[in-house]
T-cell receptor
Framework: GAGVSQSPRYKVAKRGQDVALRCDPI?????LFWYQQALGQGPEFLTY????????KSGLPSDRFFAERPEGSVSTLKIQRTQQEDSAVYLC????????????FGNGTRLTVT | GNSVTQMEGPVTLSEEAFLTINCTYT??????LFWYVQYPGEGLQLLLK?????DKGSNKGFEATYRKETTSFHLEKGSVQVSDSAVYFC????????????FGKGTKLTVNP
């Protein structure tokens, strides 16, 4: 399909493990966003890329969180030394242009840290 | 920065009832306003948008009018259906500067037959 694709769909990690979450945005979309959604809450902004440049990472909760988009397409969100409070759904979204274009979301990766 | 206050749920209605979900925002700059919907088991998807004052966004029978004077963007539907059961999120974004959407907490709507 032509939508935003995220993998894996579900991830269970033991506390202290590292995880990597992948996002394939819609082809040609300039902007890419990562959000964290806790159960029963709205999505919380993590970070934003315009092409390969990470323009805003103000929402990353700690230095254990790292995101990259090296070729301006696929993005990876990495969480090191996972903690239980990292359990959430991680959403990726892309948009065609900057300046208020609608976001297209993937179905998310549900991370459970045990 | 932007912030949004959204009517708390859950909201439970009978089919064909009138729906209003209130949303007010504060924003730097001149925001575009969006409503997103999350159906059970699915990702968020855009429901409607408005980009300037007095614009009315509409889709699937839902409407919302961009009220700059009251900084509001309330979502309405005249006759809800069971298939409208979902979580609804209001989100402003600025025209310039930071691109990030700021989401409300979401309002869960359940429509009973």
């Amino acid at each position: 399909g032509a939508g935003v694709s995220q993998s894996p769909r579900y991830k269970v990690a033991k506390r202290g493990q590292d995880v990597a979450l992948r996002c394939d945005p819609i082809s040609g979309h300039v902007s890419l966003f990562w959000y964290q959604q806790a159960l029963g809450q709205g999505p919380e902004f993590l970070t934003y890329f315009q092409n390969e440049a990470q323009l805003d990472k103000s929402g990353l909760p700690s230095d254990r969180f790292f995101a990259e988009r090296p070729e301006g397409s696929v993005s990876t969100l990495k969480i090191q030394r996972t903690q239980q409070e990292d359990s959430a759904v991680y959403l990726c979204a892309s948009s065609l242009m900057t300046g208020g274009s609608p976001l297209h979301f993937g179905n998310g990766t549900r991370l459970t840290v045990t | 920065g932007n912030s949004v206050t959204q009517m708390e749920g859950p909201v439970t209605l009978s089919e064909e009832a009138f729906l209003t979900i209130n949303c007010t925002y504060t924003a730097t700059g001149y925001p575009s306003l969006f409503w997103y919907v999350q159906y059970p088991g699915e990702g968020l998807q855009l429901l409607l948008k408005a980009t300037k004052a007095d614009d009315k966004g509409s889709n699937k029978g839902f409407e919302a009018t961009y009220r700059k004077e009251t900084t509001s963007f309330h979502l309405e539907k005249g006759s809800v259906q069971v298939s409208d059961s979902a979580v609804y999120f209001c989100a402003p974004t600025p025209q310039g500067g930071s691109e990030k959407l700021v989401f409300g907490k979401g309002t869960k709507l359940t429509v009973n037959p």
